[in-house]
């Protein structure tokens, strides 16, 4: 059975930091999705991984995928208050998701 | 049309009601799902219908009946539901395998079972 495990489930950080969120899978997958959910909406695309090696950026957001080590990381560069949200990366066609990770940025 | 429309945006319905959720993309995706989402927690897929046909029941009970007319419009159909299927249902598309299958969410629809 496919699972999906994301660290942190929570990370509070200020303005101005960078982090990393990373996503763990248990089978080979050659797929792998980020979306960003705000609070009572649904689920917007930000970054479609289709091979190993790939790395993709928009604005502060860059995703990157190790399919040999089974991890995806999404790396926030210089946060703004505007990227909290809940990140989530899901994993092959049906969307396997992880727990997602709650992300809260500070002034 | 880039988007991804459901109706209604919330419904309530008592236990031994029968309603249905609508949802419709005109952005010629071959596949259409419905997710189920509890609060705090992610999605889950109920349905997948590629060129309009079933393909993937993730053991969902049959209280739930999905229902793909047309390559556009996609239906779940409720029926005896209880408390615990209170939840958000998302429907997505996504152009299919050939592509990335990158999957488009619509709104949702808030459903609460009295």
């Known amino acids: 059975e496919l699972k999906v495990e994301q660290n942190p489930l929570f990370l509070s950080m200020q303005e101005g930091k960078n982090y990393t969120i990373y996503c763990n899978y248990s089978?080979?997958?050659?797929?792998l999705y980020w979306y960003r959910q705000d609070p009572g909406k649904s689920l917007e695309s930000l970054f479609v991984?289709?091979?190993?090696?790939a790395v993709k950026q928009e604005g502060r957001l860059m995703a990157s995928l190790d399919t040999k080590a089974r991890l995806s990381t999404l790396h926030i560069t210089a946060a703004v208050h505007d990227l909290s949200a809940t990140y989530f990366c899901a994993v092959e066609e049906k969307l396997v998701f992880g727990q997602g990770t709650r992300l809260t940025i500070n002034p | 049309d880039t988007e991804v429309t459901q109706t209604p945006k919330h419904l309530v319905m008592g236990m031994t009601n029968k309603k249905s959720l609508k949802c419709e993309q005109h952005?010629?995706?071959?596949?259409m799902y419905w997710y189920k989402q509890k609060a705090k927690k992610p999605p889950e897929l109920m349905f997948v219908y590629s060129y309009e046909k079933l393909s993937i029941n993730e053991s969902v009970p049959s209280r739930f009946s999905p229902e793909c007319p047309n390559s556009s419009l996609l239906n779940l159909h409720l029926h005896a539901l209880q408390p615990e299927d209170s939840a958000l249902y998302l429907c997505?598309?996504?152009?299919?395998?050939?592509?990335?299958?990158?999957?488009?969410f619509g709104p949702g629809t808030r459903l609460t079972v009295l």
């Open positions: 952005m010629g995706h071959r596949a």
């Open positions: 991984l289709l091979s190993n090696g």
């Open positions: 089978t080979t997958s050659d797929r």
């Open positions: 997505a598309s996504s152009q299919g395998r050939i592509s990335s299958n990158e999957q488009f």
